[in-house]
């Protein structure tokens, strides 16, 4: 990671180097900590943050599902993370706005807590890296995706991504790209950090909610896409099976963007081609860069 100038912490920035905690931090001990992942693009209009407003929204959710008081509206926070941009060099970047439960206590009990709230930014290129466009090889996990009533699943929190570096430790291990999780009922849920959408005889489908996923929020610009491409689509539950002879398949999500998949677990996918996967990705590239008109009221810029 290439460190930038400041990080957002409690309401002011700090110079990167300074944005510190204690060892004792109770959300480090207990994974209390609530977060997201956000992209600013560059745009003719220059730098501008992708859905911005969505992603704020699933921050403050996830912060009132785990009883935290944040102390900061969700204006607040909108506001800072394009302070964060504008005071760091990278104009392309991932954006973290993070709130945990802060040092003073320890114990199970979170709510004796102070919550802390930090914003940093830095330059990261796509997640899965050049697979993105070669194609990923999955892995089918062993690991299940935690289930919902365990853990709430639509709240971004810290520790349901222990399950998820599970699954990822396990497929790179064992020489692959990335991991598919089954959820408790032996279906397809998500990859440890990105929705997953199948093709098959040209219709594109994605797990439901139910199946125990996070709303993406590129899963749901995806789903926007597929509306005004005219693509028919299903949220529907598919089996192992069904991944195998899927048309095509690809992951959405904010660090990942559109990766298509073309191996998963030694069976080839995408024989004749990716053309929905080509689409769809285009047209993502278009609208993240401000050169597709019809979605730039997801695009706010940051401003000088």
Known sequence: MKAQSKIWMDGKLVPWDEAKIH???????Y??????????FWTPEGAAIFRLREHIERFMNSAKIY???????AKEIEKACMEVVRNNPAKECYIRPI???????MGLNPLTSKISVAIGSWEWGAYLGDTSKKGVRATVSSWVRVDSRAMPVQAKCSANYANSALAKMEALAAGYDEAILLNTHGVVAEGPGENIFRVKDEILSTPPASSGILRGITRD??????RDLKFKFYRNDATKE???TSDEIFFS???AGIAKVREIDGRRIGYDGTPFTDKIARLYDQAVHGKAKRYSKWLTPVGA
């Not at 994974?31 to 600013?40: K, Q, T």
């Not at 009883?67 to 509206?73: H, I, P």
């Not at 610009?221 to 597929?226: G, N, R």
């Open 221 to 226: 610009t995806v789903i926007q896409f597929a």
């Open 99 to 105: 709130a945990f439960t802060g040092y003073g206590e």
């Open 23 to 29: 060892v004792l931090t109770h959300g480090l001990h």
């Open 31 to 40: 994974g209390m900590a609530i977060f997201e992942g956000i992209r600013a």
């Open 242 to 244: 069904e991944l195998y």
């Open 67 to 73: 009883r935290m008081d944040l102390g900061f509206s």
């Open 253 to 255: 999500g904010t660090a």
